[in-house]
């Protein structure tokens, strides 16, 4: 409409993209007083989809599209809700807790959708990527530092931005093996090395996309390095799981990666020394195993083996919607539950097999449809789609080694990447319009292109064998004598 204001949704996506990895959540809150601490992300997360909910009542340009997820989602929110109806009681009891839960995961799902109808050309979905790619870079290349040092500047980051205050909480360092583990703007080393494995894949597809542009290597690179300086094991698992797919769907790119694979190796050697010793140590089979069943006394955490056991105890007396989202608690003075270092089992239990099996199907929905989806896309648009599945596929194996949901920043990156990639190729109206439906196989794609190319060239011979008889036709007419 003419005299209208035009928000440029990209920007707004991106800054809130910016806030959240540079502003650490759940550190630092504004000077208001609520009853609960208010952070810069959830503020400017609650002006962006305010205006949007008003752009969608006033502006007809502005319209909410599907996602082509929709049965895993909606799977998802029954058993949230379905697991809070089969618990009153216990929900009565962590009612605070559980509605903090609801909060969160609303939040989650609108940003999703926020990102799936705003991004309507490839130029915006590039630019937000783009934006997620950097940022998280020049994080990575702060966390190198503070494995280093010990010093992070989003440890007193309210000394630069004034209107930050900090929230009181553990300061204590963490370590493994004696060294410093990089938190950087996460809450955790852990949560902060997923995203690092997170993002990277994407970084590999801008460095194909536009080949000769030297900083989405340095990108990468310093995404590995950074996540390397964690000293977490769950990100090099990550970092496997798409080198591997992303091998097995586009080897002819991903051989190119090798020899920077070997610098940053010896990058790792200089920047981040004995790291890789850590990592080679706690990857030991016997001394994972042992680690992970180092307190099976304990009723707060004994470790991802050890907890196995009393878990799935637990699942058999409630295994269909489990005991309630959100009202697993797992530190603070209301604690009941035990701290389970794997988001899967969390879910069995918060939401029973329903939930797991909603998530599951949303992760092979979105993987399976973008890596089918690109054997029919030209080159480059290919690698871009596979990317972004492989990124999705490692979260969704990160999720067996961390409470990956326990931590807002990583989960948040997550949903803009499959918002990204629902925009690309799932959601009606895609932006790769030229693609055939998702679902089609690659297999099925590709006998078909050659079906279509031997039938073009069958008629292209059919046409010129009949022009060719029809100048002889003539030909001879034209030669035939008179008759006398």
Same mark, same amino acid.
């Given at each position: ?59 007809? +340009? ?25 618990? *009153? ?8 807790? &559980? #509605? ?78 004696? !060294? ?5 703007? *996460? ?57 591997? #797919? ?28 004995? *790291? ?10 016997? !001394? ?15 470790? !991802? ?63 399976? +449809? ?72 690659? &297999? ?6 050659? !079906? ?25 007419? +034209? ?6």
């Amino acid at each position: 409409m003419r005299g209208t204001l035009r928000l440029e949704w990209t920007w707004l996506i991106g800054l809130l993209l910016l806030c959240l990895l540079f502003v650490p959540a759940r550190r630092y809150s504004l000077p208001i007083t609520l009853p609960f601490e208010l952070d810069l992300y959830r503020a400017l997360l609650a002006g962006t989809l305010g205006l949007w909910f008003l752009s969608l009542l006033s502006d007809e +340009r502005v319209r909410v599209r599907a996602s082509g997820l929709e049965g895993p989602l909606i799977l998802y929110l029954v058993a949230v809700s379905g697991s809070l109806l089969a618990n *009153a009681d216990r929900v009565s009891a962590y009612q605070g807790e &559980a #509605v903090k839960s609801l909060f969160v995961l609303a939040s989650v799902v609108l940003t999703f959708y926020l990102v799936v109808s705003a991004l309507r050309s490839l130029e915006d979905v590039e630019a937000i990527l783009a934006i997620l790619v950097l940022g998280s870079a020049v994080v990575a290349a702060f966390a190198v530092i503070e494995s280093r040092t010990g010093w992070t500047p989003f440890d007193s980051l309210d000394r630069y931005v004034p209107i930050l205050r900090p929230i009181a909480g553990d300061e204590g360092a963490l370590l493994r093996d004696g !060294r410093f583990r990089a938190a950087g703007s *996460a809450e955790h080393p852990v949560a902060l090395s997923a995203m690092f494995a997170l993002v990277a894949p994407i970084a590999v597809a801008f460095a194909v996309r536009r080949r000769g542009s030297v900083i989405w290597w340095a990108a990468l690179g310093l995404l590995v390095i950074g996540a390397v300086s964690t000293v977490s094991r769950t990100a090099v698992v990550m970092l496997v799981t798409s080198f591997a #797919v992303f091998c097995a769907l586009q080897w002819r790119e991903a051989r190119r990666f090798i020899p920077l694979a070997l610098v940053v190796l010896a990058c790792v050697h200089l920047l981040v020394p004995g *790291a890789l010793g850590s990592l080679r140590q706690g990857l030991s089979p016997s !001394r994972a195993i042992a680690e992970q069943q180092s307190l099976p006394d304990s009723e707060l955490s004994a470790g !991802r083996i050890a907890d196995l056991g009393p878990s799935f105890e637990e699942f058999s007396r409630k295994p269909v919607l489990g005991y309630g989202a959100g009202t697993r608690i797992v530190v603070g003075e209301k604690a009941n539950a035990r701290l389970l270092d794997n988001q899967w089992l969390g879910t069995l239990l918060d939401t029973g097999i329903v939930g797991v099996f909603a998530l599951a199907w949303l992760f092979a929905r979105f993987v399976s +449809r973008l890596t089918r989806a690109s054997a029919a896309a030209a080159p480059a648009d290919a690698v871009l789609l596979v990317a972004l599945a492989c990124s999705a596929l490692a979260y969704a194996v990160g999720m067996f080694f961390f409470d990956s949901f326990a931590f807002i920043q990583v989960t948040l990156v997550l949903f803009v990447v499959l918002g990204a990639g629902c925009a690309l190729a799932l959601a009606p109206g895609r932006i790769f319009e030229a693609l055939p439906e998702p679902i089609v196989a690659p &297999a099925f794609v590709r006998k078909r292109r050659l !079906r279509a190319r031997i039938a073009a060239a069958a008629a292209i011979h059919r046409e010129r064998v009949r022009a060719q008889l029809e100048r002889a036709r003539d030909y001879g007419v +034209r030669r035939r004598p008179p008759e006398a």
